[in-house]
């Protein structure tokens, strides 16, 4: 799978199962698929939702941070890419 470097997850909510995540290369949208990968951390998982400051977007630009809902634990400083087919 190719994949392209969005940026890193800078905190992680457990209890809520959400984590933020500054786009530091490229943008992502909601619908993309990820694939977060650390030093124990290696899944893939679909965008749902994101948000700034509680509202609700649907593309995450580079160079900003957003709250992203998890299916899994991450670890702040994990890698975040985009799968591209």
Request: glycine share 6%; no cysteine.
């Given at each position: 799978m190719p994949?392209?470097?969005?940026?890193?997850?800078?905190?992680h909510f457990g209890k809520i199962g959400v984590a933020v995540i500054k786009a530091t290369e490229t943008e992502l949208s909601v619908g993309?698929?990820?694939?977060?990968?650390?030093?124990?951390?290696?899944?893939?998982?679909?965008?749902?939702?994101?948000?700034?400051?509680h509202q609700q977007i649907q593309k995450l630009k580079k160079g900003e941070e957003a709250g992203l809902k998890v299916t899994d634990?991450?670890?702040?400083n994990d890698e975040v890419f985009k799968v591209t087919d």
């Open positions: 994949e392209t470097k969005i940026g890193v997850i800078t905190h993309d698929t990820i694939h977060i990968k650390g030093h124990t951390t290696d899944y893939t998982q679909v965008v749902e939702s994101m948000e700034i400051e634990k991450v670890h702040e």
